[in-house]
């Protein structure tokens, strides 16, 4: 494994998945890509129409997604010893991550599961449910923290 391609979205389980990815990456001799996924929102309402950000809402969204990304990767490069490169991509989360793991030759991608119950993972899914079902290489996913109950 020379490529493991890293799914960020900010938060503790991401921060967890990163831990994770250093640890094998630093065993491998292997480099990480860490990637962030950001959807452009778009609101529709009862009656059929949609509501679209401008042009400058969305430029804003991807500078924002751009800045919290090269955050995540000023952190950890000065410790990390390891090569590591970051992608920024907007779209569909979990087909973006599987097309950017194809197109970087990623032999496993890194992810982080989010601590939801049963209705909610229900209502909305997990996006690492569908990468683990997508993918055409190794997932390895981290859970984050159990809620208490």
């Not at 997508?134 to 984050?144: D, E, N, W």
């Amino acid at each position: 494994m020379k490529t493991l391609l890293l799914a960020h979205d900010f938060d503790e389980t991401s921060e967890l998945a990163l831990d994770t990815a250093l640890e094998l990456a630093r065993k491998l001799s292997a480099k990480i890509v860490v990637t962030h996924v950001y959807s452009v929102p778009l609101y529709t309402f009862p009656e059929g129409s949609a509501l679209i950000p401008s042009a400058e809402d969305a430029a804003r969204l991807a500078e924002a997604a751009q800045r919290s990304l090269d955050q995540v990767l000023e952190r950890r490069r000065a410790s990390a010893d390891v090569e590591m490169s970051g992608v920024l991509r907007s779209g569909v989360p979990d087909e973006e991550i599987c097309r950017l793991a194809e197109e970087i030759g990623a032999d496993m991608i890194v992810i982080g599961t989010h601590a939801r119950g049963a209705v909610a993972r229900a209502l909305v899914g997990s996006v690492a449910q569908r990468v683990v079902r997508s993918a055409k290489v190794p997932v390895l996913t981290i859970r984050g923290p159990q809620p208490e109950g």
